[in-house]
């Protein structure tokens, strides 16, 4: 069974950079996409961004421009770049990995706290 941990997330400030990663245990190959969620308090889970294993990339509006998504196959790690980043980005963000016939696997979360 393939396990995914998060890690990367803290505090930062406004306009700051985190990068969060995604490590799959023992490997990403039977996920046909990865996506990144958050989860802000009192809010539901949203979907953040998306990439496929042909390396596609689709990120919700209100990421645009500032997040990247990216894989590294040898390390078995997606990773979600985050630059510019404000207040209301402050979640928890999760990672789940898609398998075809089979119930998604999500990871534990890891917090982002953006504030001055």
């Known amino acids: 069974q393939v396990q995914l941990v998060e890690s990367g997330g803290g505090l930062v400030q406004p306009g700051g950079s985190l990068r969060l990663s995604c490590a799959a245990s023992?490997?990403?190959?039977?996920?046909?996409?990865v996506d990144w969620y958050r989860q802000a308090p009192g809010n539901e889970r949203e979907l953040v961004a998306t990439?496929?294993?042909?390396?596609?990339?689709k990120y919700a509006d209100s990421v645009k421009g500032r997040f990247t998504i990216s894989r590294a196959n040898d390390r078995n790690t997606v990773y979600l770049q985050m630059s510019s980043l404000k207040p209301e980005d402050t979640a928890v963000y999760y990672c789940?990995?898609?398998?075809?016939?089979?119930?998604?696997?999500w990871g534990q979360g890891t917090q982002v706290t953006v504030s001055s």
């Open positions: 023992p490997s990403m190959t039977q996920f046909y996409a």
């Open positions: 990439i496929t294993s042909g390396g596609s990339t």
């Open positions: 789940k990995g898609n398998m075809f016939f089979n119930a998604p696997t």
